[in-house]
């Protein structure tokens, strides 16, 4: 298993930028496909972005495309999630997710581990 932090969340601006990342260890990080999700209150946790283990195959939601970023460092045991151009329904607490794998994982049972999450808000 592989442990992961997320870090980087806040209170933004509409129109504005953050960069959330996730530290992992335990494991070898670059045997591990990655992913973003994100959960409001009350709803499910819903697929933000992914990369794959060598980080030059990436996807996203249709919300995000165009606007958030996932990339990773496995000399740093990390992956990033660049948000610009943030919006009031991006609020949400975004979770970083890894498996061993060498594709993208877009589902929640894709995954099996998990970071405890960062809270992300964007005022109006």
């Known amino acids: 298993q592989v442990q992961l932090v997320e870090s980087g969340g806040g209170l933004v601006q509409a129109g504005n930028s953050l960069r959330l990342s996730c530290a992992a260890s335990g494991r070898t990080f670059s045997n591990y496909a990655a992913g973003w999700f994100r959960q409001v209150p009350g709803k499910e946790r819903d697929f933000v972005a992914a990369i794959n283990l060598g980080g030059g195959v990436t996807y996203y939601a249709d919300s995000v495309k165009g606007r958030f970023t996932i990339s990773r460092d496995n000399a740093k045991n990390k992956v990033y999630l660049q948000m610009n151009s943030l919006k009031p329904e991006d609020t949400a607490v975004y979770y970083c997710?890894?498996?061993?794998?060498?594709?993208?994982?877009?589902?929640?049972?894709?995954?099996?581990?998990w970071g405890q999450g960062t809270q992300v808000t964007v005022s109006s």
């Open positions: 997710a890894a498996r061993r794998g060498s594709y993208y994982y877009i589902l929640r049972s894709d995954y099996d581990n």
